[in-house]
T-cell receptor, first 115, second 111 residues
């Protein structure tokens, strides 16, 4: 069984550009969450999607958006990139939604550098 | 606001000693508490989790305790080994489906 996969692994952009990050969850998992991890800090929640609907949104500006496709893969989009958006972006999949939480499995992450 | 506080931020122990990391959470409705280990340059890996209907859970050298009244939970690692050196994060679900992570504890096990 393949785990959570993310692409690309590394990305370099310049300020003002936009970026699209991709995630494929574990087969059978319908929930995907996105996190931003700045060096030296814990992951910060950005979005959660379940069955293609947004179920949670963290404290991030509207420049951040996401969507989930019928096959449960997901994209995270960030517009008008700022230097402070440089971070490791982690995707996590889970079989659960609602209050019955289950283990989240993290992908390897996408390392975004904004110059 | 929502937050998960984690202490200490750094911890050094001699090999064979125990390590304890503590977290507090704010949402009394939270019912699932995972701990993750993250090695340098790698993804967070779940090492143990606990649900609110139990007070303690063990898995070999690792244990987690939960005090729902005080809204805190702790990670205990016994007989530490150098390969336990990593950053450890606690997490708690706060308001719906959002998981909030602690700020991390950098554990160093000295051989």
């Amino acid at each position: 069984d393949a785990g959570v996969t993310q692409s690309p692994t590394h990305l370099i952009k310049t300020r003002g550009q936009h970026v699209t990050l991709r995630c494929s969850p574990i087969s059978g998992h319908k929930s995907v969450s996105w996190y931003q991890q700045v060096l030296g800090q814990g992951p910060q929640f950005i979005f959660q999607y379940y069955e293609k609907e947004e179920r949670g949104r963290g404290n991030f500006p509207d420049r951040f958006s996401a969507r989930q496709f019928p096959n449960y893969s997901s994209e995270l989009n960030v517009n008008a990139l700022l230097l402070g958006d440089s971070a490791l972006y982690l995707c996590a999949s889970s079989s659960a939604s609602g209050r019955a939480h289950n283990e989240q499995f993290f992908g390897p992450g996408t390392r975004l550098t904004v110059l | 606001g929502e937050n998960v506080e984690q202490h200490p931020s750094t911890l050094s122990v001699q090999e064979g000693d125990s390590a304890v990391i503590k977290c507090t959470y704010s949402d009394s409705a939270s019912n699932y508490f995972p701990w993750y280990k993250q090695e340098l340059g790698k993804r967070p890996q779940l090492i143990i989790d606990i649900r609110s209907n139990v007070g303690e859970k063990k898995d070999q050298r690792i244990a987690v305790t939960l005090n729902k009244t005080a809204k805190h939970f702790s990670l205990h690692i016994t007989e530490t080994q150098p390969e336990d050196s990593a950053v450890y994060f606690c997490a708690a679900p706060v308001t719906g489906n959002q998981f909030y992570f602690g700020t991390g504890t950098s554990l160093t096990v000295i051989p």
